[in-house]
């Protein structure tokens, strides 16, 4: 059994209502250092609610939530939960770039602000993360100029900006046109690979298969079925799941890549396909 330290994030029993309304029914997750994991599952299964409990955006009424060796359910002050944010990176379908800064100052103002980074430090680690999301020549537009992909990928350079423990992807493509999800999820593919922990809530199942080391069903607040993402594609065990994923877009939908994007892990099985 790894250690705790091996996990940055690990949910117990967490269990979440709003008023009387039950969404999280006991939910056990573990994402260990390095590991890219997908959460999956029908709208309004509670993917979003175990994203925002993960930065304190949310706190469950019971369970235990460790994120990055911080006891989240034992958080109290406000100052606790800001301190966790800052270690915990989040992006969202919507971008929410500040529309009046250029999209280097978007980079820097955090690091700046809340980390209190010296300005020309700020500024070089922007300048390598532009290149890093391949947004380098756009360093100086605003937000307003820039496709919905290209926000994205600047709103993913943000996030690292503050050089987080691990990164959160609610829908990242959600809101896209179908010619700009392939670039995003380049990005992510290529960070999931030199190691970021990654947690992702997705609908683009090809990809989540590609990158994720484990993936989550969840359905009605519980996690149905987990496991290795080769085999829980390939072999769900349960029939919600196997429902599930013959509705996301039967077989071959659900075989096909999404446009632009380049798959990193072609197992023999899908040479064949
Ligand atoms: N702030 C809130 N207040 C009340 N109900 C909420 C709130 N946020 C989410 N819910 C409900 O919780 C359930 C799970 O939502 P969510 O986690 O957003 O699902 P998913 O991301 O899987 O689509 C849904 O039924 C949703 O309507
Ligand atoms: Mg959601």
């Known amino acids: 059994m790894p250690s705790i330290d091996s996990h940055l ?7 979440l209502a709003f008023d009387d309304t039950p969404v999280l029914k006991g939910i056990d997750l573990d994402v260990g250092k390095g590991e890219a994991v997908s959460i999956i599952g029908p709208s309004g299964s ?10 304190g955006l949310l706190k469950p009424q019971r369970g235990e939530l460790t994120v990055a060796g911080t006891a ?16 915990v990176g989040f992006v969202f379908q919507q971008y929410n770039l500040f529309p009046h800064l250029s999209v ?18 700020a500024q070089e680690q922007a300048l390598a993360l532009l290149a890093k999301v391949r947004m380098q020549h756009k ?13 994205q990928r600047i709103a993913i350079a943000r996030a690292l900006a503050m050089q987080p423990e691990l990164i959160l992807f609610d829908e990242v493509t959600s809101a896209l046109d179908p010619e700009m999800v392939g670039e ?6 290529e960070l999931t690979e030199e190691g970021m922990t990654c947690v992702l809530v997705t609908h683009e199942m090809r ?16 996690i149905v079925e987990h496991g290795n993402a080769e085999r829980l594609f390939n072999q ?7 429902a599930f994923l013959r509705h996301a877009g039967g077989e071959s939908a659900r075989r096909r890549a999404p446009q632009g994007y380049v798959l990193r892990n072609l197992s023999p099985y899908h040479l064949s396909v």
């Open 104 to 121: 280097l100052d978007n980079l820097t103002l955090a690091p700046r602000k809340v980390l209190g980074m010296p300005a020309r430090q």
């Open 236 to 242: 769900p065990t349960q029939a919600r799941t196997q």
């Open 46 to 55: 509670g993917k979003s609610t175990i994203l925002r409990c993960l930065t």
């Open 207 to 222: 990809f989540a298969e590609d990158i994720s080391d484990q993936v989550y069903f969840t359905e009605h607040g519980v």
């Open 72 to 87: 989240v359910h034992e958080l109290h002050g406000e100052a606790d939960y800001r301190q966790l944010r800052q270690r």
């Open 9 to 15: 994030v690990r949910l117990r029993d967490v269990h």
């Open 184 to 189: 995003v999820l380049n990005v992510i593919g």
């Open 139 to 151: 360093a100086q537009a605003f937000p307003g100029e820039l496709s919905g992909g290209q926000q």
